[in-house]
């Protein structure tokens, strides 16, 4: 399932990205992939907050840890230990968000 979120074209620096969502992340929203707008990966898990309610937000983590709960990619690329409010968007881009993964 796909869903579409509405644009706010007012902001020239959002670009519009591809979300996609794994496991527990994906359960919370209900589908699998969507289209958000956002400039960094902070706006995008705030909108994801916004957007998929409570659920969502205990998967993400609280807005604090700006997901500290989850593992981002950014096409194909995991963002690491960088702050989410430093990493830049763009049209085209496609986020993968993970659960935490742990293991031995």
């Not at 579409?4 to 902001?11: G, H, S, V």
């Not at 020239?12 to 990966?41: Q, Y």
């Not at 409010?85 to 085209?92: N, S, T, W």
């Amino acid at each position: 399932m796909f869903i579409y979120l509405a644009r706010d074209r007012n902001r020239e620096d959002m670009a519009t990205v591809r979300v996609r969502m794994f496991a527990t992340v994906r359960e919370a929203a209900g589908v699998s992939e969507t289209e958000l707008d956002a400039s960094t990966l902070s706006e995008l898990l705030e909108g994801l907050r916004t957007r998929f309610g409570k659920g969502m937000a205990a998967a993400l983590g609280t807005k604090g840890s700006e997901g500290g709960r989850v593992v981002l990619l950014v096409n194909g690329r995991n963002t690491g230990a960088v702050p989410m409010d430093e990493v830049p968007l763009r049209d085209g881009d496609d986020v993968a968000v993970f659960p935490p993964v742990s293991g031995g």
